[in-house]
């Protein structure tokens, strides 16, 4: 293009981010600031904290953070600018600095408080989303159906049942919310978490809507967690028979099945596996220091059958740490 305004910016920015790109997001706002006269107006930033937020570049955040500070009376916080802040701050780990934004912005209104909310619940602190919608409570701050995703989804992340529980009624009883997929998901990870295998069982099949694969996944992973392969297998088979290109499903089976040392069963499953040409995508985690992006990947390990996993870890103690392999 001959000349760029600032909307062909932003429609560009927003495609990088919707598409994974965020780094080259970020460029084109680098080459904004560097190369040009443009001005990044609400759209600019909104786009540019959201690819700082997927990144984890908590020191570009803060840049961003100050100019916000200077430019107040342009892009005041009491906004999306602000929801968009502390969402990028509790996505890069600084919940501090997310707090701190909250709790300096007047006039917060529904999507401040679910920013907040879901920031505590990504850093496991249950306790004190659930206060905060008791706060909200005491306000009279009306809550929509993404405050009780993000207060149940910090209830199943902090073992909190009987306020996962209140939650789920309070959402339906005081605030006449018809609970959606989502909520339903949510409780039965709380449940499942907790080990209440049984209980989480039960409730999917009260549902009143039909469960999808992630409520049947969360359930299965639950099983895992807790040895229980009673319900597992059949949960398992179901969940392959749904969508039997999923991996996850086969390894959560498998690694149930090694877990009981049932090696016949591991072998099938992963002959399974092989024979439709499935690998399990592997868990990949990044953080930030000094200035730093370090990313870690859990290495790929299909040619091994679970029970050599095992037998590995158990014979060598420091292996886990070798699992992890720094980019």
């Known amino acids: 293009m001959p000349g760029r305004d600032v909307i062909a910016c932003n429609g560009m920015m927003g495609g990088y981010v919707q598409n994974g790109y965020c780094k080259e997001a970020l460029e084109i706002f680098h080459d904004m600031q560097c190369e040009s006269d443009l001005s990044p107006n609400d759209a600019t930033l909104l786009i540019v904290l959201s690819a700082i937020a997927q990144l984890g570049y908590i020191d570009k955040g803060i840049a961003i953070h100050c100019y916000l500070v200077k430019k107040k009376n342009e892009f005041p916080l009491n906004g999306k600018h602000g929801v968009a802040l502390i969402d990028m701050y509790s996505k890069c780990g600084s919940i501090e600095d997310a707090i701190s934004v909250f709790e300096d912005i007047k006039g917060k209104n529904v999507d401040h408080w679910n920013a907040m909310i879901n920031g505590l619940a990504i850093h496991g602190l249950g306790e004190l989303a659930f206060d905060l919608l008791m706060e909200m409570e005491r306000l009279s701050i009306e809550p929509d159906d993404i405050t009780f995703i993000g207060v149940l989804n910090a209830c199943g992340h902090a073992g909190l049942v009987k306020e996962g529980l209140l939650c789920f009624e309070l959402m339906r009883r005081i605030h006449k919310l018809e609970p959606k997929l989502q909520h339903y998901g949510c409780m039965v990870d709380i449940l499942g978490r907790a080990g209440h295998i049984e209980e989480a069982r039960n409730f999917i099949d009260d549902m009143p809507i039909e469960p999808n694969d992630v409520i049947w996944r969360s359930l299965l992973s639950a099983c895992k967690n807790h040895n229980n392969l009673n319900v597992g297998e059949p949960v398992a088979e179901r969940l392959i028979g749904m969508d039997s290109s999923n991996s996850s499903s086969y390894v959560l089976l498998s690694n149930m099945f ?8 591991v072998r099938r499953v992963r002959t399974m596996m092989k024979e ?6 592997p868990g990949c985690s990044w953080i930030e220091l000094e200035g730093i992006v ?10 091994l059958q679970v029970g050599e996993i095992y037998s590995t870890l158990d014979n060598n103690p420091g292996t886990p740490s070798s699992l992890c392999h720094p980019l």
């Open 276 to 281: 439709r040409n499935l690998k399990k995508i």
């Open 258 to 265: 090694a877990g009981h040392s049932m090696w016949n069963d």
């Open 294 to 303: 370090h990313e870690f990947f859990v290495q790929n390990k299909s040619h």
